[in-house]
């Protein structure tokens, strides 16, 4: 079954501290991973997609298909990072996305 | 950012009640979602469209009903509203199928069904 976990509901961090939010998927074909990221009550926004391999407001993201994981990092947090952050799995013909429960991050001044 | 649209923004309505909540986008994009995201659930689909008066059942389509008559809208019908389905409703448009595209969401629908 496709699936995608996101372990931590709630991360918190100081300002300028390394951030990793943590995906894993489970899929069994060649998946496409995207993270998607909500701002308070705004809607949800492309932050990056694996086959990009691109680095968006200092954030990547590595594909493991090893370890099945799509990590979100980011070596120095700011306080704007603070967000809900979701990683989605898009495995359908029909484009469709799969989504983990969404992490949520804090980042303190 | 005015490429996808939603309205309302906010509803409140009764149990039993019926509601539609309207998704408008002007891409011409051929699909279309509709996700409900619940704290503890994150984002899940309830129905999608691959063209216009081509609709199918997502994980969570039990309550609701669409229709896509024309490529650029895509309504989600609550027949009969219950307080289970209180909830912020995103709808979401891609262009194509396939690698590399994204989905891009609308503003979002907060309903509560009191």
């Known amino acids: 079954a496709q699936r995608v976990t996101q372990p931590e509901k709630l991360l918190s961090v100081f300002k300028g501290a390394p951030v990793e939010l943590k995906c894993n998927y489970s899929?069994?074909?060649?998946?496409?991973l995207f993270w998607y990221v909500q701002y308070s009550r705004q809607r949800l926004q492309l932050l990056l997609r694996h086959i990009s391999r691109e680095s968006i407001k200092g954030f990547t993201a590595d594909l493991n298909k090893g370890e099945t994981s799509f990590h979100l990092k980011k070596p120095f947090a700011q306080e704007e990072d603070s967000a809900m952050y979701y990683c989605a799995l898009s495995g359908g013909s029909q484009g469709n996305l799969i989504f983990g429960k969404g992490t949520k991050l804090s980042v303190k001044p | 950012d005015a490429g996808i649209t939603q309205s309302p923004r906010y509803k409140i309505t009764e149990t039993g009640r019926q509601v539609t909540l309207m998704c408008h986008q002007t891409w011409s994009h051929s699909y279309m979602f509709w996700y409900r995201q619940d704290l503890g659930h994150g984002l899940r689909l309830i129905y999608y469209?691959?063209?216009?008066?081509?609709?199918d059942k997502g994980e969570v389509p039990d309550g609701y009903v669409v229709s896509r008559s024309k490529t650029e809208n895509f309504p989600l019908t609550l027949e009969s509203a219950t307080r289970s389905q209180t909830s912020v409703y995103f709808c979401?448009?891609?262009?194509?199928?396939?690698?590399?595209?994204?989905?891009?969401f609308g503003p979002g629908t907060r309903l509560t069904v009191t």
């Open positions: 979401a448009s891609r262009p194509l199928a396939g690698v590399g595209y994204e989905q891009y």
């Open positions: 469209s691959a063209a216009a008066d081509i609709t």
């Open positions: 899929y069994s074909g060649s998946p496409e």
